[in-house]
């Protein structure tokens, strides 16, 4: 079992930044995966960003203004969100995935809203 808690959304004016950050605890060692997803009112979850220890990932919509990072522990995992845009308010929640049985935990999410 892994527990995830997420932190930081808020509101924010377009153009402005935030930086999300996902505790992890539990089975931290069975980690894989770790992410970001978005959910907007009335849309299907999206990706962001995953990471893993070799590699980044991020939806073409955030590329170069998004970067995802974690600690080397695996015990949290971050989002910074630059020139933040009104298309990328919504529920934004942490996600991992473990190495072999390929399980998905997910945190209970934090809300960001973009607007002046």
């Known amino acids: 079992q892994v527990q995830l808690v997420e932190s930081g959304g808020d509101l924010v004016q377009p153009g402005g930044s935030l930086r999300l950050a996902c505790a992890a605890s539990g089975s931290i060692s069975s980690i894989d995966v770790m992410g970001w997803y978005r959910q907007a009112p009335g849309k299907q979850r999206e990706l962001v960003a995953t990471?893993?220890?070799?590699?980044?990932n991020y939806a073409d919509s955030v590329k170069g203004r998004f970067t995802i990072s974690r600690t080397d522990t695996k015990t949290a995992v971050y989002l910074q969100m630059n020139t933040l845009k009104p298309e990328d308010a919504a529920v934004y929640y942490c996600?991992?995935?473990?190495?072999?049985?390929?399980?998905?935990?997910w945190g209970q999410g934090t809300q960001v809203t973009v607007s002046s």
């Open positions: 990471i893993t220890s070799s590699s980044t």
């Open positions: 996600n991992v995935v473990t190495r072999y049985s390929r399980r998905a935990y």
